[in-house]
């Protein structure tokens, strides 16, 4: 079993569409939970993090970490056309950071 | 604006032939990162610097190697690519390595193509 297990999609949904990416883990001394999104032929950028358990909002996106299930979500709110990218979630252990594999996802006009 | 640069953005090189890829950031960060990426997977960590330590991970191939001469550059060395080392190669770096919330800030990567 993976240590972060991540959907790869791809996600297609309409414009204005309400988007819900998901990740689960496997180890629940996880703290730092962070969500990155990478366009095409770019770097990782980081979108937002979390410490702990709850939720956290920053203008469309909410992160959302629930412990007791070991699932972490990402949810854009009027998605638009370029929100399209692939998004990673990550989780820090350490120095490093553990990795999904990424969730491609396409929003169409 | 500070930021982290990789050149070159393209690289092509055939097998066996030695290539380096070069990264440069303007943060003042002590950490940086070097990462692969194939296509549709996660990047994995090929290795780090804290300052100027070296942490190799476990399972990077001796192929790979790195240099840190100052806090600014960091170049990563291939040996000997194999037609299994084509993939995007991206550097990052962060403050303070694993603390808490540091953020990792990547480059735009090089993608190397190997004949």
């Known amino acids: 079993q993976k240590e972060v297990e991540q959907d790869p999609g791809p996600l297609s949904v309409p414009e204005g569409a309400i988007v819900s990416l998901n990740c689960t883990y496997s180890n629940s001394a996880f703290q730092y939970f962070m969500w990155y999104r990478q366009y095409s032929r770019k770097g990782p950028e980081l979108l937002m993090y979390?410490?702990s358990s709850g939720n956290k909002e920053d203008g469309r996106f909410t992160a959302q970490v629930d412990k007791s299930s070991k699932y972490i979500s990402l949810f854009i709110r009027d998605s638009q056309p370029s929100d399209s990218a692939t998004y990673l979630c990550?989780?820090?252990?350490?120095?490093?950071?553990?990795w999904g594999a990424g969730t491609k996802l396409i929003i169409k006009p | 604006d500070a930021m982290v640069i990789q050149n070159p953005r393209y690289q092509v090189t055939q097998f066996g032939k030695p290539v380096t890829l070069s990264c440069s950031q303007t943060?003042?960060?002590?950490?940086m990162y070097w990462y692969q990426q194939k296509s549709s997977q996660a990047p994995k960590l090929l290795f780090h610097y804290y300052d100027k330590d070296f942490n190799n991970e476990a399972d990077t191939p001796d192929n790979f190697q790195s240099r840190r001469p100052n806090t600014s550059f960091c170049f990563l060395d291939i040996r000997s690519p194999g037609l299994g080392d084509a993939a995007m190669y991206l550097c990052?770096?962060?403050?303070?390595?694993?603390?808490?919330?540091?953020?990792?800030?990547f480059g735009p990567g090089t993608r190397l193509t190997v004949l």
């Open positions: 990052a770096t962060s403050r303070d390595g694993g603390q808490g919330s540091d953020e990792q800030f």
């Open positions: 990550a989780i820090r252990a350490d120095y490093q950071l553990i």
């Open positions: 979390t410490y």
């Open positions: 943060l003042n960060h002590n950490v």
